[in-house]
């Protein structure tokens, strides 16, 4: 059973940063691919970033690349997402996930870019 509780969102400015995160209760973080999926309104599901259970690969989207960053704390069951330089199309519900597709996802946390 799934049990991924993301937080961290938030209204932010254009430009402006957040940091999410994500914490686990099972004990299969340490050995699982994660992933960052948003929904932004009206539209479907989008993959934004992936991170290996150790780490050493992550791979991006091009909407956020260069400026969103993911990483994880395996000592910790966390996983996070740094997002940097906000624009209003960021604006959208985020998910962790266990798969690329969002189909093992959280109930996600609200993230608004507005001025």
């Known amino acids: 059973q799934v049990q991924l509780v993301e937080s961290g969102g938030g209204l932010v400015q254009p430009g402006g940063s957040l940091t999410l995160s994500c914490t686990d209760a099972?004990?299969?973080?340490?050995?699982?691919?994660m992933f960052w999926v948003r929904q932004p309104p009206g539209k479907g599901l989008e993959w934004i970033a992936t991170i290996s259970p150790g780490g050493t690969d992550i791979f991006y989207s091009d909407s956020v690349k260069g400026r969103f960053t993911i990483s994880r704390d395996n000592a910790e069951f966390t996983l996070y997402l740094q997002m940097d330089r906000l624009q209003s199309e960021d604006t959208a519900v985020y998910y962790c996930?266990?798969?690329?597709?969002?189909?093992?996802r959280g109930q996600g946390t609200q993230v608004t870019v507005s001025s």
């Open positions: 996930s266990k798969d690329r597709a969002g189909g093992t």
């Open positions: 099972a004990s299969t973080f340490t050995n699982d691919w």
